[in-house]
């Protein structure tokens, strides 16, 4: 059974993420095609937004549980995002494309790193602005996280608090991962501002300034 608040907050999301995705249909067309590391960006991207969509989409049909455990997927692919784009070696994003000289092996060509991993490299390759946010929600959610991937006690609590208290935690978990989202859009449209694409400055700001109540209040 969902609260009417956590129904009114599922429509806006809904209309954020639409408008979120008419945004990422107005970017200038791929500016690096033949550019592997640039493509790995775009799918990590890509399956942020389809993850953060989904949460939404799963929480509306009354499938809690599988809505909290892509949180932590969509913190992966968004912690690899950045660091793909910054900080994973040429060789690591070559290794990658390489296909393993087994044709029956099954697995990764290239190492994967874990989610310390992955935060350590970007601590030490991008600003504390972009590090310390993704941080602190690292910090703030990774028992959780973790807890409902791996059938842990997590998954247990939530099926059995009082419905408000489980509406509350899963309207708290859809603003952090609309929170992912943004921060894939922006990575998705970093080349444009960089190229100083004003239009898509001010289309962004825009979109977070409409939603900010699909964000955590912290942010504003």
């Known amino acids: 059974m969902q609260s009417v608040d ?4 599922l429509d806006r999301m809904i209309l954020f993420h ?8 107005e970017l200038p067309a791929f500016l690096f095609e033949n550019d592997k590391r640039e493509k790995l960006v775009e799918t990590m991207c890509f399956s942020v937004k389809e ?9 509306r049909s009354g499938h809690y549980l599988s809505a909290l455990a892509l949180f932590r997927i969509s913190y992966e692919y ?6 793909i784009r910054n900080g994973a070696s040429d060789e690591w994003i070559e290794k990658l494309f390489t296909p393993h000289e087994d044709e029956l092996f099954i697995g990764e060509t290239a190492k994967q790193l874990s989610l310390k991993e992955l935060l350590t490299n970007i601590k030490h390759n991008h600003p504390t ?3 310390e946010p993704l941080q602190e929600l690292y910090d ?3 028992k959780a996280m973790h807890s409902f991937v791996h059938g842990g006690i997590y998954a247990f609590i939530h099926t059995n608090v009082p419905i408000h208290l489980a ?3 899963q309207i708290n978990m859809l603003l952090n991962s609309n929170i992912l989202l943004l921060l894939a859009t922006n990575i998705m449209a970093m080349p444009s501002l960089i190229l100083g694409n004003i239009v898509i400055s001010e289309q962004f700001h825009k979109i977070r300034k409409e939603f900010s109540d699909c964000l955590p209040p912290e942010l504003y």
Not at 18 to 25: A, L, P, T
């Open 167 to 169: 509406n509350e935690k």
């Open 78 to 83: 968004l912690l690899k995002a950045i660091w």
């Open 6 to 9: 956590l129904e009114k907050k």
């Open 51 to 59: 993850h953060v969509v989904s949460q939404v989409l799963l929480t």
């Open 129 to 131: 602005h972009i590090s």
């Open 140 to 142: 703030k959610t990774v």
């Open 18 to 25: 639409k408008s979120i995705n008419d945004f990422w249909n």
